[in-house]
């Protein structure tokens, strides 16, 4: 059963950046999407940053010039570099990755970001 393995949340001043890194336990083939969600409490969870067909990037408009989405060569590994970040960022993040080959969605546990003074 592969799993997402997710790290690098936690407690951040406004301003501040944090890495967020999701790792596959087991190789997963074919990978066409990779994404990083959120959820705050009482919001739905919301697609924040994407890397699709042809490694196109998207991100949402509220991170746009702060967030970047990477991966590695293999696909199996995702990150988020998140900068100058604000109170409204606060949420657990999710990460995502679908593949072609066996038709499956994976996620990560979640983590935390909390930023606040």
């Known amino acids: 059963q592969v799993q997402l393995v997710e790290s690098g949340g936690g407690l951040v001043q406004p301003g501040g950046s944090l890495r967020l890194s999701c790792a596959a336990s087991?190789?997963?083939?074919?990978?066409?999407?990779m994404g990083w969600y959120r959820q705050a409490p009482g919001n739905e969870r919301e697609l924040v940053a994407s890397?699709?067909?042809?490694?196109?990037?998207n991100y949402i408009d509220s991170v746009k010039g702060r967030f970047t989405i990477s991966s590695d060569n293999t696909k199996n590994t995702v990150f988020l570099q998140m900068n100058n970040l604000n109170p409204e960022d606060t949420a657990v993040y999710y990460c995502?990755?679908?593949?072609?080959?066996?038709?499956?969605?994976?996620w990560g546990q979640g983590t935390q970001v909390t930023v606040s003074s």
């Open positions: 995502r990755v679908a593949s072609s080959y066996s038709g499956k969605d994976y």
């Open positions: 087991e190789t997963i083939r074919s990978v066409y999407f």
């Open positions: 890397i699709g067909s042809g490694d196109a990037t």
